[in-house]
């Protein structure tokens, strides 16, 4: 008895286009983490003989790119730390 059912078609060989990619989304470029390098500088003050760090000094150093970044007060002196990004 012959077979009624019709043979399946042959697939194209592989590999094979898609049928619609859709638009592309522009390239981005890869993220690169680069860690930051900080510079610091050490202010030390007296306490009692000198005049502690004020707002004007803060200013100067914050317009120089320098940020408090620690206060330490160790006996008899006042220890400020300040980093800015090197360039």
Known sequence: MLSTVPPRPVPPPFPFPPA???????????????????EYKHVERALGA???????ELNALGAEGWELAAVVPAASRV?????RLRE
Request: proline residues 26%; negative net charge; glycine residues 6%.
């Open 20 to 38: 619609d990619p859709g638009p592309r989304a522009p390239l981005q470029p890869p993220m690169v983490y680069v860690p930051p390098v900080w």
């Open 50 to 56: 000198e005049a502690p760090v004020g707002a004007d």
């Open 79 to 83: 220890h400020f730390y300040f980093k």
